[in-house]
Every structure is written in C-alpha cells, then in structure tokens.
C-alpha cells in the first residue's frame, strides 16, 4: 500500500514522459508553471494559479466566456493543461485538466513551498479567475468542498505524499472544539489510511442502466475505490446527485502488505446549502442512530454531510441501522463563519475562505409561502 505514493508508481499515470527520468517529480514542478527548473511559483500569477489548483481540486474553464480564451492557450501552451478539441472558427480551446498524480504532488509542493502560497493563491484564484467567470462553478457548495479537503491534506500531509489516516484528515478539516466528537467513530476507520492528493471528475451522470457504466453500485464499489487508491485520487461527481457529490478513497488494511481491493472503503461528501438543515437520516433514506447508542462493528463508508447555509452550527456523529453497509456519517452545519466561530481548523486566512464560499454558492429560491424549493437532490433514488 505505501508503494501507492512512490514516485515511480505515480508516474505510470498519464504522460510516458515522466518514466524516462529519475525525479519526475522535479521535472513536474518546472513544467507545471512553465519555467526552469528551480524557479519559483508565482501565486499572484493568474496563469500560475489556475495552472496549480487545476491539478488539485479539478477546475474547469467557463468557455462561454471569451476572456478564458488567453487562459485556456496560456494552460495548454504552457502549462501541461489537456487539449480535449480546437474550434478554429473561434479559437477556443476545449481543456481539461490532466489526470496525473505526479502534476498534482508538484502542484502540491510548489503550494507548500512558502507557508503564503496557499492564501496567495486563493486571492488570486478569488479575483481573477472566480470574479471574472474565467472558471466554471459547481454547485451548492462543491468546489468549495473539494477546497477544503485539499487544504485539510496539505494540512496533514505536508508537501510529501505518503500515507495519512482519517483521523488527521479529520481533525485538519475541523476545529478542536469538534475532535472529541470525532473519537465516537469507529476506529477502524479513524485509522484507515488514505492517499489522494488531487480530485478529478465524472462529466456525465452515471446511471445503473447505462451499459457503458462500470462503477458507483455495489458490485463495482470496492473496485472503484480500488482504482482511485491506485492513481492517488479523489473523486467529483456530476453535479446534482442526489445522495452524495464526491468520493474520496481509503484502505483499512495494512499499509505495509499488498494492497488489497477488498479491503477499501470511501469518505462520501454531500455538499447542501440550505437554510434549514437536513440529515444523514433524509439524504441516504434510512435510519441513523446518535453516537451514544452501542457501536457498531466496522464500517467501510464514511458519509459527510456539509450543510454549509444551515442557521445553527454543530457537528453530530451517528450510524446507519442498516449493517449491510454499515455507514458512519458526520453531519456538519454551517461551516463558514467569522474566524472566532469557525468550525474550520486552517490556519489559513478566513476571509480569502468565505469570498470563496460566497461566489461557490447561491441563496436558495424560496416559494410564496416562504420555504426553500426542494433542489431534487434530497432522496436517495
């Protein structure tokens, strides 16, 4: 399992060129931002920045807009960004970013080079690419949950990639306030190791009659997770999925045997923006106890429920009734608000965090009577 983050392993993933050099790491980093080897990033840098977080949190350009067009040239140009197709009737150039966990540990590195770059890069990140519409935005909330985890990593993680455990995921992601509350869950999955150190996406929604489709049931899951251990990824769904938006990976079995498919498991993310909460209970459509009840025996999900536009501020633990899976979940509300009250444990500047929660998210229309309209993504189908 820990030969998942071995240079060499990653580099199996995406370009051939990265197998032809000893350190593709170090040759990732300079041709990540377009530069000589050894010159530093640049976070102020529009092209720098969106080259870097592309490769971290799946960023996608908002072609409909022209001002992209010098940014998408400058990304494919420069800075490794995939070319999916050319339109030469407009110049746009259809990019995407490249799946390959050696950009996203040099990514990783040049982030945690200078204990600045991250805030740097998130103004920057805020004000040339989010207020312009340079960048597409998920919804409800998505993006900036893919923020947050990648922010938790490089929190526990460092600029190495390796091995870490749920538990520090965990605690990076949440205040201290909240730790003792974490220490109800099962242990086996506070001390699964993880891997990930980038997100990529699904474009399309997957649905069980879709012959073409391979995963996300359970006769595929294990495989799934199996294969984004493999490539050190997490992973985004297509938007609006009614019960969780994003998957991201772990083993629970020892990280210095083989690497075992069967044992692996997931951190499932729903992201909601409503002012009334909802629950665990109401988005998976089945019973949940609170953590005082008796334990559980182990789990292989873990559901996080942000419910990010919530009025009260907690964070609750509980477990499915159902054994088969088993699923632990942390519902957390109202994650963003004024430093002294924050539920977040970076260290990170908060404002630069809620400028970007505010252009990530939306109010939630509202019907004569004054309640929320149900968004469709409430049930399990």
Not at 48 to 61: G, N, T
Not at 84 to 105: C, Q, Y
Not at 191 to 211: E, Q, R, S
Request: proline share 6%; hydrophobic share 40%.
């Amino acid at each position: 399992m820990n030969d998942l983050s071995r240079d060499d392993h990653m580099a199996r993933f995406g370009r051939p060129l990265w197998l032809v050099y000893r350190k593709p790491d170090k040759i990732a980093r300079a041709k990540i931002i377009g530069s000589r080897f050894g010159e530093p990033y640049h976070p102020e840098d529009r092209d720098h920045a969106f080259a870097i977080l592309s490769v971290r949190v799946c960023l996608d350009l908002n072609l409909a807009n022209p001002i992209t067009l010098p940014v998408s040239h400058s990304a494919v140009n420069v800075h490794m960004q995939k070319l999916s197709h050319f339109d030469s009737a407009t110049g746009v150039m259809f990019t995407r970013a490249p799946v390959e966990p050696i950009l996203s540990k040099a990514a990783m590195q040049h982030l945690c080079a200078d204990p600045q770059n991250w805030n740097r890069s998130i103004k920057t990140f805020t004000s040339e690419l989010l207020d312009h519409g340079v960048v597409e935005k998920w919804s409800k909330g998505e993006l900036f949950s893919r923020l947050l985890f990648t922010m938790a990593h490089d929190c526990v993680a460092g600029a190495e990639t390796g091995m870490f455990n749920i538990n520090g995921l965990l605690r990076a992601l949440l205040s201290q306030c909240h730790h003792k509350v974490l220490e109800r869950i099962n242990r086996e999955i506070l001390g699964a190791p993880m891997n990930f150190v980038g997100f990529t996406a699904t474009k399309t929604d997957l649905k069980h009659d879709d012959p073409n489709n391979k995963y996300l049931f359970a006769e595929s899951f294990n495989r799934l997770c199996y294969t984004l251990l493999r490539r050190v990824m997490a992973l985004q769904l297509a938007p609006q999925r009614a019960t969780y938006d994003q998957l991201l990976p772990f083993s629970y079995g020892d990280p210095n045997e083989p690497f075992d498919e069967e044992q692996v498991g997931a951190i499932l993310v729903q992201v909601k923006y409503k002012q009334r909460a909802t629950s665990p209970a109401i988005v998976l459509g089945e019973t949940f106890y609170p953590y005082d009840k008796p334990f559980p025996r182990a789990a292989k999900i873990l559901l996080i429920l942000f419910d990010f536009g919530a009025s009260d501020s907690a964070v609750d633990v509980s477990y499915s009734k159902n054994e088969n899976p088993r699923i632990w979940a942390i519902h957390a509300r109202d994650m963003v608000r004024a430093p002294e009250d924050s539920q977040i444990a970076f260290e990170h500047d908060q404002d630069l965090l809620e400028n970007v929660f505010r252009h990530d998210t939306f109010v939630p229309p509202r019907n004569d009577d004054g309640n929320e309209e149900d968004d469709g993504r409430l049930r399990a189908n």
